[in-house]
């Protein structure tokens, strides 16, 4: 059973569980809320085609077993640079005091590929020692050939090794994530 626990300003105000915690995160647009439902199988997490839309911390309950967390993405909506600069804020803070984190998901566009953003991004979890996970999403977009992108190549401390690509419109590439949360 799949409960929506609450959107978030602050990361104080988060519930202190005893649940593990696996966040979602990525550029503005990249489908991650998409993503979320599709992992889910149930339309819990807000989508839109107007990138910057989550703009809270949303947690949701898994079986009273884990907690799916919903970033805000980074990177591209369109928001004041003090609104963006606070997000990205509110981002480090969650990174680096939610003991609850077990992995973070850092979504990519596979159409366009790992962003310096993305890079910094992954370049902070290293230094912070902050487990994560690359997935690409959107692989059943057309991708041009002269945009075909890897992070494949790229070697990172506290990256999982294992890169996955998905397609949450198609419903592909699923299971490894599933299998991470323990849900089925």
Not at 144 to 170: D, F, N, W
């Amino acid at each position: 059973m799949i409960k929506f626990v609450g959107s978030f300003e602050k990361v104080s105000a988060l519930p202190n569980t005893h649940f593990p915690e696996f966040a979602f995160v990525g550029r503005s647009n990249v489908g991650k809320s998409s993503l979320i439902n599709a992992v889910l199988g149930a339309p819990v997490a807000r989508t839109s085609n107007t990138p910057g839309r989550t703009q809270s911390l949303n947690l949701f309950n898994i079986d009273d077993r884990v907690m799916i967390v919903d970033l805000p993405g980074y990177g591209y909506a369109r928001v004041a640079r003090s609104q963006a600069m606070e997000w990205l804020g509110r981002l480090e803070q969650y990174l680096l005091t939610r003991r609850q984190l077990k992995r973070l998901f850092i979504l990519i566009d596979s159409r366009i590929g790992p962003r310096d953003s993305d890079l910094d991004l992954m370049d902070f979890c290293d230094a912070n020692a902050i487990q994560y996970q690359i997935i690409y999403t959107k692989k059943d977009k057309r991708i041009r050939e002269e945009k075909q992108h890897s992070i494949e190549h790229i070697e990172h401390g506290a990256m999982v090794p294992e890169i996955l690509q998905t397609s949450a419109e198609k419903k592909t590439g699923l299971e490894p994530i599933r299998a991470t949360l323990g849900i089925k």
